[in-house]
């Protein structure tokens, strides 16, 4: 039972994710590398601080940060995989947390491999990124971090039982 739940999660975070993303950036005109922004010489008398520019940013620092935290994911989740059953063997939520760290694992990396891939895509043909291959970065790596963080709320929720209830973790 525990394991279905973690499969419904693990699937349905990313189409979620998706669902609600592509419907704000499908009216959005989408660029892998974003504009710049200046300080609207206006401000305070107008409201907007920001302008947007014409300017585009280098979208390679933006990658190295965001390819480095799904990193910092895949590695925790990976860890994880391997030391917390050794631990929790005799709880059989257990398997909603296994099976939700291996979703943040897959979706970890797919999401660098999909980012990877789009950047390379707009090196040759800017019009290439958009709104869905937007969404789905967006998808991958939040469905990566929610999966990450359901699973370890979950953990900890085991533990704090087991605690509370006097129960040996191994």
Same mark, same amino acid.
């Given at each position: =039972?525990?394991?279905?739940?973690?499969?419904?999660?693990?699937?349905?975070?990313?189409?979620? =994710?998706?669902?609600?993303?592509?419907? %704000?950036?499908?009216?959005?005109? %989408?660029?892998?590398?974003?504009?710049?922004?200046? /300080?609207?010489?206006?401000?305070? *008398?107008?409201? *907007?601080? !920001?302008?947007?520019?014409?300017?585009?940013?280098?979208?390679v620092p933006? =990658?190295?940060?965001?390819?480095?935290?799904?990193?910092?994911? %895949?590695?925790?989740? $990976?860890? $994880?995989?391997?030391?917390?059953?050794?631990?929790?063997?005799? *709880?059989? =939520?257990?398997a909603l947390?296994?099976?939700?760290?291996?979703?943040?694992? &897959?979706?970890?990396? &797919?999401?660098?491999?999909?980012?990877?891939?789009? !950047?390379?895509?707009?090196?040759?043909?800017?019009?290439?990124?958009?709104?869905? *291959? $937007?969404?789905? $970065?967006?998808?991958?790596?939040?469905?990566?971090?929610?999966?990450?963080?359901?699973?370890?709320?979950?953990?900890? &929720?085991?533990?704090?039982? /087991?605690?509370?209830?006097?129960?040996?973790?191994?």
């Open positions: =039972m525990w394991t279905c739940w973690g499969v419904s999660l693990g699937l349905l975070a990313p189409i979620i =994710m998706f669902l609600i993303e592509y419907r %704000i950036e499908r009216k959005l005109d %989408i660029v892998i590398s974003p504009r710049e922004w200046i /300080a609207n010489p206006k401000w305070p *008398q107008e409201k *907007q601080r !920001y302008l947007v520019g014409d300017k585009l940013v280098d979208f933006r =990658m190295q940060q965001y390819t480095k935290t799904a990193e910092i994911v %895949i590695t925790l989740a $990976s860890a $994880s995989l391997l030391f917390v059953p050794s631990h929790l063997s005799k *709880q059989p =939520m257990l947390t296994v099976t939700l760290l291996g979703f943040a694992v &897959l979706w970890g990396v &797919l999401f660098i491999v999909w980012i990877s891939y789009c !950047y390379e895509e707009t090196l040759y043909n800017p019009k290439r990124f958009g709104a869905v *291959q $937007s969404s789905i $970065s967006f998808a991958l790596g939040f469905g990566a971090l929610a999966c990450f963080g359901i699973a370890y709320i979950v953990l900890a &929720l085991i533990f704090a039982h /087991a605690i509370a209830s006097g129960q040996t973790l191994g």
